[in-house]
Nanobody
């Protein structure tokens, strides 16, 4: 099992930045990708960004590309999501997730509890 704990969410004004953190524990050696998903009110959960845990390759949804940056610190078993130029439409619960398949960076096995990000205009 892998446990994931997110932090760093909150209330922000449009245009500012926030950084989310996700600390992984447990069987972290089984992780191949880590990712951030988000779910806005009344909408389905959607993929935002992912990173290969060992190689560091990154993947982004078009909606966040150029504004969000995913990174990881393997020594701390932590993944980050730097969110710049926030927009009201970025308002959502952000979930950290970990996947154990090398074939997909969107199919996740473990999920965090989520952290709320609210962006006001």
């Amino acid at each position: 099992q892998v446990q994931l704990v997110e932090s760093g969410g909150g209330l922000a004004q449009a245009g500012v930045s926030l950084r989310l953190s996700c600390a992984a524990s447990g069987r972290t050696f089984s992780i191949y990708h880590m990712a951030w998903f988000r779910q806005a009110p009344g909408k389905e959960r959607e993929f935002a960004a992912a990173i290969a845990w060992r190689g560091g390759s990154t993947y982004y949804a078009d909606s966040v590309k150029g504004r969000f940056t995913i990174s990881r610190d393997n020594a701390k078993n932590t993944v980050y999501l730097q969110m710049n130029s926030l927009r009201p439409e970025d308002t959502a619960v952000y979930y950290c997730a970990a996947g154990t398949s090398s074939l997909s960076f969107t199919t996740m096995r473990y999920w965090g509890q989520g952290t709320q990000v609210t962006v006001s205009s």
